[in-house]
């Protein structure tokens, strides 16, 4: 009996142990091996997740799905661009693959108050030449504040670099972060306004969007809460990720749709 519960006990130990390092390598970003703390994702699972792309296929954004023939992204992804120099690619995960359909752009709404990203108003829509037949995610409303408490374990999803000034994701990756209090922000970031944006991201970094990542979306809830839009670096330590809100737009983004 005793012999028993000393090898129960033993084996215990012994488990906890090899727990800690399994799992203390996977925690540091420098040996992770896709994005900044990210893991493969398939547009099955997410399929109003696209990609924006030029017209020579190279990926330069993500966006969302919101109707069927359009999606919100980032202003600075877009401003500047023309309709017919911009396609969406929906169902990809594969970037070298020829999966999905490569939607063109018939008309790109830059928010009208958009200057840079970190003074806010970092949201665009595009309308597509088509419907596209697929799950579409639902914006956030004023009303949902709830969503946007500190802590809520977010959803990020995008094809861009695996670190600060790296090389894009081949694949679509995805990973949680978890939503930032407004003053945690603010203290990282003087630009940092809540009403315009909201951040994302573990005190000590290790998992973030980057570049190639905006426009794409931060979901909680089963609703769009923000679009990548800025950082310091990407997944520093005390530099959280931050999203275009879309609370507040509802209304001038619902306007478009
Ligand atoms: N500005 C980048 C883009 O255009 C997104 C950067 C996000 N940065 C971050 N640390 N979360 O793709």
Redesign the pocket.
Known sequence: MAKTLHRLIVSVVVSALAGIFFVAPAANADVSPMIVGGTRASTADYPWVVYLASTSGSQF??GTLVKANKVVT?A??VKGRTPASTRVVHGRDDKQSTAGTVASVTKIWVHPSYTT?TAGYDVAVLTLDRNINSATLPLATPADTALYAAGNSALILGW?TTS?GGSASRYLLKANVPLTSDATCKSAYSQYSNTSMVCA?FPQGGV????????GPLVFGGKLIGD?????????AG????YGRIAPYNSVISAQL
């Open positions: 954004c993500g980032a600075h992804c990203a861009g600060s991201g973030d969007t980057c570049q190639g990542d905006s426009g990548t839009s800025w950082g310091r670096g990407c997944a520093a530099y959280p990720g931050v």
